[in-house]
């Protein structure tokens, strides 16, 4: 491995085909921004690559609103993440023309949506994590490629020697770095380096969990999402063009739902009773009145104030002629097809992802629809023609999300595979803790998987604060790769709690840690994990940078 000396800078250019660094980040998520920053933090070179034209993954091109766990204001996430949810803050605080009382708020919400204590446009969270990463592009330290996927990597042993990635004009160039780390949507290098991983869902003999099917199921994922925004202008006529597959989606109607999808009759997540939803834009409540903690109430009911992103009356009278609403529903929720192909063949498994990306985007595009002629109105009538796509607020030219929301990604095979008895309140109680030797971080979340793939309904239960271990972002073989977001060695079942955005934050940051530390020491994770000094020497590391490591006395929900 390389020594304390950091490696020259790259020059990427029209004729670079090449380019060697200390640790080559492959996807730009919130993960791979928190790894970046971790490795340039520690004075080493990273190179970041991202699919997109924009940073971000679930924050911004993918448009969902932080989800986070209902202490957030207090502890229970990194330094780092802390900073970036500060920064967001400090940007509408600058940058907008807040009413007084709304800017004198510590814990400002600026789309004063119920999911979240912190509901924003994705650009705001865009324009943060570029402040935040520019002190290192301007020092050298950080490379970042935009609009560059991966296509290849190359292996030597137990190690990944390079990855190379192509842009979309179809130039191509390799990337090689002591360490690589992995924060793809879908843990796409894994398959490309040879990287022993498990996609879709385990069998309930493998590791015992109680929610877990029969058979194991590779085809058995959590459903995508296109989410997009919308506003509404009473008296305007916005509405789109009929979509391709309007008549299929409107007819659609799952075994397991009550209704047709695309309507307010839906399951709800936790109890699976159907339960109708209300939808009313622009509301006349005052927002800062709205109290957004999952514990208490999931929210999700009233959809136009569930993942509001703008809440006008938050702002000068005038300011915006409309709330903006995020729309992420069980309405627009995609599970026909897997989004990760699972037939081997690759040319299979690239269509079977085309035509799902394509049926979910005709999904929320017939949603939409939907709403602007049919849905039926408050006051007895039909369709909101008054609701706006707003592709401007997410950056696309068809209005939709740059990229599907992933809820679930191909995971390593861990040295510590974290299951359901870990973390289901169900097993363990509501006080109950998985306590780990080698913690390297926190988070909360209830047991969330969405229909899936499989043709499983919501799985939706009660789960207790936990830690992220070590061992879960080790890979048993390879010994210079590392899960930097959604691929760490949880299962099917305990992703739908460690996938949320505050979590895939603090495991990017803590892989670009430990990539650093191990050039730094001439180590191996597999090393560091498994001996108690060493990796003492490593957490003292997370402890100075903010990481936390360990929960107060607070309960599941």
Not at 1 to 16: H, I, L, R
Not at 35 to 55: I, Q
Not at 176 to 204: I, K, M, N, Q
Not at 476 to 504: F, M, S, W
């Amino acid at each position: 491995m390389p020594g304390t000396t950091p490696t020259p800078a790259p020059t990427v250019g029209a004729t670079t085909d090449a380019v060697t660094t200390d640790v080559v980040v492959i996807g730009g998520g919130l993960g791979g921004v928190a790894a970046a920053l971790a490795v340039c933090r520690a004075g080493r070179r990273a190179v970041l690559t991202e699919e997109t034209d924009w940073l971000g993954g679930q924050l911004t091109s993918q448009a969902v609103p932080p989800d986070e766990h209902p202490w957030v204001e207090q502890f229970g996430v990194t330094r780092s993440y802390r900073a970036l949810r500060d920064g967001i803050r400090d940007h509408y605080r600058r940058a907008y023309p807040l009413r007084a009382e709304a800017a004198a708020l510590a814990d400002l919400n600026p789309g004063a949506g119920r999911v979240s204590k912190l509901c924003h446009e994705p650009r705001v969270a865009l324009a943060v994590i570029e402040e935040m990463l520019q002190p290192y592009r301007t020092a050298g330290l950080l490379t970042v490629l935009l609009d560059h996927r991966p296509v290849a990597a190359t292996a030597e042993g137990d190690r990944v020697t390079s990855v190379t990635v192509e842009r979309t004009d179809g130039r191509r160039t390799e990337l090689r770095g002591a360490f690589v780390l992995d924060a793809t949507e879908t843990g796409d290098v894994l398959p490309l380096a040879g990287v022993e991983h498990v996609v879709g869902a385990e069998s309930r003999d493998e590791h015992g969990e109680p929610h877990a099917p029969e058979a194991a199921d590779p085809a058995n994922q959590q459903g995508i999402t296109f989410c997009f925004a919308v506003s509404h202008h009473e008296g305007e006529d916005h509405t789109i063009e009929r979509p391709e597959m309007y008549d299929f989606w409107r007819s659609y109607q799952p075994d397991f739902w009550p209704a047709p999808l695309i309507g307010f009759l839906a399951p709800d997540p936790r109890t699976l009773e159907a339960h109708p939803r209300t939808f009313e834009p622009n509301p006349d409540t005052d927002p800062l009145a709205v109290s957004a903690d999952q514990s208490a109430d999931a929210g999700d009911k009233e959809l136009w104030g569930f993942r509001r992103i703008v809440a006008r009356k938050l702002f000068a009278d005038g300011a915006f002629e409309s709330d903006i609403c995020l729309v992420n529903w069980p309405l627009n929720d995609y599970w026909l097809k897997p989004v990760i192909g699972t037939s081997g063949d690759a040319g299979a498994d690239a269509e079977t992802t085309r035509q799902a990306l394509y049926e979910a985007r005709q999904l929320s595009l017939s949603v939409l629809y939907w709403l602007q002629t049919e849905a039926p109105r408050p006051d007895g009538g039909a369709g909101f023609p008054g609701l706006r796509l707003r592709g401007d607020v997410t950056g696309s030219e068809d209005g939709l999300a740059k990229a599907a929301y992933i809820r679930e990604s191909r995971r390593i095979r861990a040295v510590t595979t974290i299951v359901e008895q870990d973390v289901s309140a169900e097993v363990v109680g509501v006080t109950g803790r998985t306590r780990y030797r080698d913690s390297v971080g926190v988070g909360s979340y209830r047991l969330d998987l969405h229909p899936s793939t499989g043709g499983d309904n919501y799985v939706d239960i009660a789960s207790v604060p936990f830690e992220i271990p070590l061992g879960a972002l080790v890979p048993q073989r390879v010994t210079n790769l590392l899960p930097a977001g959604k691929d760490i060695g949880t299962t099917h079942i305990t992703n739908g709690c460690y996938r949320l955005h505050p979590v895939e934050w603090n495991v990017g940051e803590v892989a670009g840690a430990l990539a650093a530390h191990c050039i730094a020491t001439d180590s191996t994770p597999q090393a560091v994990q498994a001996d108690d000094d060493r990796f003492a020497a490593f957490a003292a590391g997370l402890d100075r940078d903010g990481v936390e490591r360990r929960w107060p006395a607070v309960q599941g929900y």
